[in-house]
C-alpha cells in the first residue's frame, strides 16, 4: 500500500503563487507515475499534471495550466512538486496527488490506483 500526503494548499490572491508537495510513503515502485488532478465543487475531478519517478522524469499537463504550472520530483524525498504561478480564480479546487505503478503518466484518473485526501486551494479576485 502507497500512502499520498499532500500538502501547501491555502487562500491566495489573484497572481499569487503556490507550491503543493505530495509525499509518498508506503511501498514504492520502480517505474511508477505521479499525477496532479483537481475538483472544484459541483465539478469533475480534471487532470493537471503528472511526472514519472523512473527516467528522465517525463510530463504532461493539462493545456490550460501549461505554461503557469510546473510538476517536479525529488526521488531522495519521494516527494512531487506542483509550483502554481499566475494563479487564477479558475484554479480554485481541491487538488490530489495520485500515483500508478506503470509509470504511465496517465491524464486518465481511472488508471491511478492509489490517491492522497487532497490539499484546498482558493484564489480571490
Known amino acids: 500500500q502507497v500512502q499520498l500526503v499532500e500538502s501547501g494548499g491555502g487562500l491566495v490572491q489573484a497572481g499569487d503563487s503556490l507550491r503543493l508537495s505530495c509525499a509518498a510513503s508506503?511501498?514504492?515502485?520502480?517505474?511508477?507515475?505521479m499525477g496532479w488532478f483537481r475538483q472544484a465543487p459541483g465539478k469533475e475531478r480534471e487532470f493537471v499534471a503528472a511526472?514519472?519517478?523512473?527516467?528522465?522524469?517525463?510530463?504532461r499537463y493539462r493545456d490550460s495550466t501549461q505554461g503557469r504550472f510546473t510538476v517536479s520530483r525529488d526521488n531522495a524525498k519521494n516527494t512531487v512538486y506542483l509550483q502554481m504561478n499566475s494563479l487564477k480564480p479558475e484554479d480554485t479546487a481541491v487538488y490530489y496527488c495520485?500515483?500508478?505503478?506503470?509509470?504511465?503518466?496517465?491524464?486518465?484518473?481511472?488508471?491511478?490506483?492509489?490517491w492522497g485526501q487532497g490539499t484546498q486551494v482558493t484564489v480571490s479576485s
Open positions: 508506503g511501498r514504492t515502485f520502480s517505474s511508477s507515475g
Open positions: 495520485a500515483a500508478e505503478r506503470h509509470g504511465r503518466i496517465s491524464s486518465d484518473q481511472m488508471e491511478y490506483d492509489y
Open positions: 511526472i514519472s519517478w523512473s527516467g528522465g522524469g517525463t510530463t
